[in-house]
Nanobody, 125 residues
Framework: QLVESGGGLAQAGGSLRLSCAAS????????MGWFRQPPGKGRTPVAA????????SYAESVKGRFTISRDYAKNMLYLQMDALKPDDTAVYYC????????????????????WGQGTQVTVSS
């Protein structure tokens, strides 16, 4: 089970940190990532982290502003979001894929094994 937290309202230029708590298993061999779904639009990948923890990938729209990280010991995934823009307004979902490649997370959402329920992020101008 994946449970996101940390969403809320922020002003443009501000920061938020999303967290995703995983329970019910050993997730050390899972690649992880974040998706988002803006109002009235489809889900798109935001960032991914390899299951070894050494590689990351980001959508062009968030590069240099968002940082994905994980805590293996706590089974936690994070997304640090800085320099927020109104276009970042969306429901954010954490995802896990067993021994997945980060390219799979960023390009093949149907291959993802686990999805969280989502947390709302709203950025005001």
């Amino acid at each position: 089970q994946l449970v996101e937290s940390g969403g809320g309202l922020a002003q443009a230029g501000g920061s938020l940190r999303l967290s995703c708590a995983a329970s019910g298993g050993d997730f050390n061999e899972y690649a992880m990532g974040w998706f988002r779904q803006p109002p009235g639009k489809g889900r798109t990948p935001v960032a991914a982290l390899s299951w070894g923890g050494s590689a990351t990938s980001y959508a062009e729209s968030v590069k240099g502003r968002f940082t994905i990280s994980r805590d293996y010991a706590k089974n936690m995934l994070y997304l640090q979001m800085d320099a927020l823009k109104p276009d970042d307004t969306a429901v954010y979902y954490c995802v896990f894929k067993y021994r997945g490649a980060i390219a799979e997370i960023m390009t093949d959402s149907e291959s993802i094994d686990l999805w969280g329920q989502g947390t709302q992020v709203t950025v005001s101008s």
